[in-house]
């Protein structure tokens, strides 16, 4: 979720991450108290958009040893933040409605991707889906509508 | 999520917490390491039904300092579950739809209460739709469907 | 949805059925042509609130001859606007999100009713939930957030 | 919604029109009374996909004078089993979830379009995804979730 840092755009540029299996990848450490908990998650620029990804490790996972449902709508909010970012660089905004469809189970050690597209950003709404999927498979659907709030300082 | 105990029944009898704020509510403690780390989140049955609570940490918290929506969606998911724990005796399940509307913010130290309630406890589907409040304002209504899984041992 | 009739107050005072089975309903007739054609859908005010309601006609059905999820989803529209009427004096307003579960049939010859809350009357949306039964079953459970365009004239 | 006609097939194959404005698309006439009645609507395969469209008529309109969010869901939730079709050949089936984004609006005369996604055909349910659109303009985003039922005989 939005963070309201008048740095935001420096921030974003030391983001990244030079080594390790994250190297060219970037992580917004410190920004979020609760996705650095639940996380941390990653997001970068590739051919086709902007890609968010984490591997799932054991805190993960539910008490059937599937990931939580939980840990899956966080990261794919964290995921609708990151992917609307050029269009919430004059204002805050918040998750006003959030739906999701979960469509596949992610083991412990695996690597899972979301990416989400505006659909429309409106006056004051931003319209968004998106798609977490681990390998080739879809893991959950997920759609939102994000509110402008006050403007970034 | 879903634990698939087959001691499920003692599990809810010896959770019960017996001092400090949160006695007389229960904790289902070590079964499912992402509540466990989102949370702990609490629940007990009261006149109105069964009620699940937990209070807002500064990690709960987002980038603006209010909670993070995937902290309220994690604790709305715990409380699917707990809320259709008799509905499930003899089955396992996943969520397989969620929705969400978040309609006010929740500010660090507020105690953060959800219910929920069974619409339908179909054969192989349970319809779900539940609130989060603080105090009395209301901070997000959600839906679920819970699709029954494999039998309990 | 919305009419846009600077005398939608009158409208509703004359919009009282006076005989047949509907009598002590209302009625916006030519309020609104696809309500017109997917309806009639009446409303009054009981002990409980307000409730639409319509009888189950072989035209509203689906190909297995039970009720059509769009004639739902527009009596489920029809009657979000009715019940956020009075949160609506000074706007008008739209539909920006519409999630629903379909939790039970409707045969044809059957009473549905529904009924909808405000979860929060906010300064630029209405946060709304509401339930659609036939007998004592539920039918379908809905949210929506209605958004404020331009004041009434 | 879905049909139950032993000779599905057939009708699929007697559907299509052969002059007019909608020459070269199908139209399942006397399937179902409440598309007959809120449509028609058409579909058609093309270099992407299926795609359903019908035009709008001041019948279709709402008290604002564009189109009815009931239309579009109506519209929406027959793509769905229009563009299901092929995962259906062996199973009637029912929406049991609708969720829907209502992003821009609707004049009367303009062609409106809608394509639907299969994300995952499983066992018992059928996660699907699609968009409402209307010249290259989004309308409407949808997710739905169709549940199995009886085999077609």
């Known amino acids: 979720m939005d963070g309201g840092d008048d740095a935001h755009q420096d921030k974003w540029a030391r983001a990244k991450i030079t ?3 994250w190297a060219g990848w ?5 920004d979020d108290p609760f996705e650095d908990h639940a996380g941390p998650f990653y997001f970068r620029d ?4 902007r890609v968010c990804a984490f ?3 054991p805190r993960h996972m ?3 040893n599937f990931m939580h449902g939980g840990c899956l709508m966080t990261f794919a909010d964290f995921s609708l933040f990151v992917c609307a970012r050029e269009a919430l660089r004059e204002h805050h905004a918040v998750t006003a409605t959030f739906n999701s469809e979960f469509i ?14 505006i659909v ?3 006056r004051s709404m931003i319209f968004m889906r998106g798609m977490i999927t681990s390998g080739d498979a879809p893991v959950m659907t997920f759609s939102a509508v994000l ?7």
């Open 19 to 21: 080594e390790g299996e």
């Open 26 to 30: 970037s992580y917004l450490h410190g």
């Open 46 to 49: 590739d051919a086709n958009g």
């Open 55 to 57: 591997r799932a490790e």
């Open 62 to 64: 539910n008490g059937g």
């Open 104 to 117: 596949g189970a992610v083991q412990p050690g695996s690597l899972v991707e979301a990416r989400a597209e």
């Open 120 to 122: 429309k950003a409106g």
């Open 147 to 153: 509110k402008k709030t006050g403007p970034r300082n």
